[in-house]
């Protein structure tokens, strides 16, 4: 069945350092894909989105990066910042037109001060 | 402020019982969905509806019900039919189709007791 997965379930950072949380989906007619970011006991929270027509987008200090012939996406946050510790989960749109999300299992991002 | 509801933040819930869970949003969107998230994991669909009085079933159906009487609401109700409850129940909106982010609200924990 369809699938999105991370490579790493926890990344430990200085603070100050770039972050790359990377994400494979398993759909290639998927053409949507967002990251979002998850704090304890909330709501995840959007973060960067990117359609399949791009290869590279940038956000504020976040840039996303897409790899479509190997299936591949990357979330690099710069100069990370310990409020940027919390779970990241990438999502792909699965090439449904309904608008559901298809989450990967989520990367923890920690912080080290 | 535009944005998406949902009450109560924690429920407990004894076995054998029904409870709803009460997700309201504001920002005009046709679309709904009911995510559950386990500990340590991503998260799944339960039901979603793209249009009032029209709804689907998600990949974890079995034991919920949903209604979508009015465009602004999307209760769910774990039944008790549903086995193992206890999870972190998200709702989330978007404009119908895909392409388009996901808003999530913050979330109600369900635990049985």
């Known amino acids: 069945g369809e699938s999105v997965g991370l490579h790493l379930p926890t990344l430990s950072v200085q603070e100050g350092d770039n972050s790359i949380i990377n994400c494979a989906y398993s759909?290639?007619?998927?053409?949507?894909f967002i990251w979002y970011k998850q704090e304890s006991g909330k709501g995840p929270q959007f973060i960067i989105d990117i359609r399949s027509n791009m290869d590279k987008r940038q956000g504020q200090r976040v840039t996303v990066l897409l790899n479509k012939t190997v299936k591949h996406l990357s979330l690099q946050i710069a100069a990370t910042q310990p409020g940027d510790s919390a779970v990241y989960f990438c999502a792909e749109n699965g090439a449904s037109n309904t608008g559901k999300l298809i989450f990967g299992q989520g990367t923890t991002l920690q912080v080290k001060p | 402020d535009g944005g998406i509801t949902q009450s109560p933040k924690y429920l407990f819930r004894k076995e054998g019982q029904n409870v709803t869970l009460s997700c309201e949003q504001n920002l005009n969107h046709d679309a709904m969905y009911w995510y559950r998230q386990d500990p340590g994991q991503g998260l799944r669909l339960i039901y979603y509806s793209q249009i009032v009085n029209d709804f689907q079933k998600g990949d974890i159906a079995e034991g919920y019900s949903v209604s979508r009487e009015k465009k602004e609401s999307f209760p769910l109700t774990v039944t008790s039919a549903q086995k193992n409850p206890t999870a972190f129940y998200l709702c989330a909106s978007s404009i119908a189709g895909s392409g388009t982010e996901a808003f999530f609200g913050q979330g109600t924990r369900l635990t049985v007791v």
């Open positions: 759909n290639s007619a998927s053409d949507y």
